[in-house]
């Protein structure tokens, strides 16, 4: 008999991905969505159409909201429940609202149906936290580690996406844009399709339980060494330049007085805050003895490297978005 995973975030960048896996894996998918009829549902019912084996139920349910999701899902149970909401704009509010409360219910919606397991995507950066997306997210993972439920917390590194928005503008012949000297940070950035394959894995395997931090294949690699590869794959000579990673405290730290008076303006204080997060610090496992990263003790999954996404990207494939969040596009 097939087992049932409620999957929220479905309509998302990695959740689209994860219906892809689990359903070419048996499983049945109920997914709650906040709007049946958008494009991101439909491409879920084609997936699911085309799928041999798993079946899709799209219900329509506010995650913010425990009494509308059990309404959406009064005929339904669920053996597992994974998450890959996410605050879509990062804002300080939405993200308290989707990366804690959100997630809070679905774990009350897990315990009260029976669900054997939950996993949550999360990220690498909770190790560090200094935003308001990663307390979110750290504050859920506790609630959900004190749960009494099995789970995981797939604390993943850097999607391709993220590191693929430049590869246009190297493509036709302008500078790659760095932080600092380009050395600033380093990842081990994981193929999106790979991340998702693990993530069915937390289902089916108790050894993928509690916090599991995730890179792709090594060895980790820097901006500088990103605009390398770009101009050997893109044939065009390497160009940079160089950005102070310091204009980015500056806003933030302009944009925070401006703040008080404004949510909008604190939203956009958070943005830049998240910008020079980013420029500076790398998607690895923090060694908090050693105050350092360290590369190696950074976890791999898979065999697609981040040339191989650029190769792919180049040759006309369309899967990565074209860096949808990167900073510098
Ligand atoms: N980008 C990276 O390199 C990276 C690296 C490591 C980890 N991560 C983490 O990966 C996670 C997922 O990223 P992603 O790129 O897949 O996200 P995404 O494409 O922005 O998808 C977000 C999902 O959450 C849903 N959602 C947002 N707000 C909601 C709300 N108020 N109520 C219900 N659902 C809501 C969205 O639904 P709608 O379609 O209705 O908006 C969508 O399904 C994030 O936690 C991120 O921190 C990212």
Request: glycine share 8%.
């Given at each position: ?99 804690y409360q959100a997630n809070h219910n679905l774990l009350r ?31 859920f993972?506790?609630e ?186």
């Open positions: 008999m097939k087992q049932t995973v409620l999957l929220a975030g479905a309509t998302g960048y990695i959740g689209s991905r994860v219906a892809r896996e689990l359903l070419s894996h048996n499983f049945a998918l109920l997914c709650p969505v906040r709007d049946r009829t958008g494009r991101p549902a439909q491409a879920l019912h084609e997936l699911a159409a085309t799928s041999a084996q798993g079946s899709l139920d799209l219900v329509e349910a506010s995650l913010q909201d425990i009494q509308s999701l059990d309404h959406a899902t009064e005929h339904f149970n669920a053996d597992f429940v994974v998450s890959c909401i996410a605050s879509r704009n990062g804002g300080i509010t939405d993200s308290y609202a989707v990366d919606w897990a315990i009260k149906r029976n669900a054997k397991h939950f996993t949550l995507l999360s990220a690498i950066c909770v190790q560090k936290p200094r935003l308001a997306f990663q307390h979110a997210k750290l504050k993972e506790a959900l580690a004190c749960s009494g439920l099995s789970y995981s917390s797939v604390r993943a590194t850097a999607f391709f996406k993220s590191l693929s928005g430049q590869l246009r503008r190297v493509s036709e012949g302008k500078p790659f844009l760095m932080f600092g000297d380009g050395l600033l940070t380093q990842c081990k950035p994981i193929a999106e399709d790979e991340l998702a394959q693990f993530i069915r894995m937390t289902l089916e395997s108790t050894a993928l339980s509690g916090v599991q931090a995730i890179g792709g294949p090594g060895p980790a690699i820097t901006p500088l060494a990103q605009a390398e590869l770009l101009a050997k794959l893109t044939g065009q000579p390497l160009r940079t330049r160089s950005v102070n990673p310091k204009l980015l405290l500056g806003a933030a730290a302009l944009l925070s007085i401006a703040a008080r008076f404004s949510k909008r303006l604190a939203d956009k204080a958070e943005f830049a805050r998240i910008g020079h997060y980013y420029a500076t610090e790398s998607m690895l496992h923090w060694d908090t003895q050693k105050q350092a990263y360290d590369a190696e003790a950074t976890p791999e999954f898979g065999s697609i490297t981040l040339e191989d996404s650029y190769r792919a990207q180049l040759a006309g494939a369309d899967d990565q978005g074209l860096g949808d969040q990167a900073v510098f596009r």
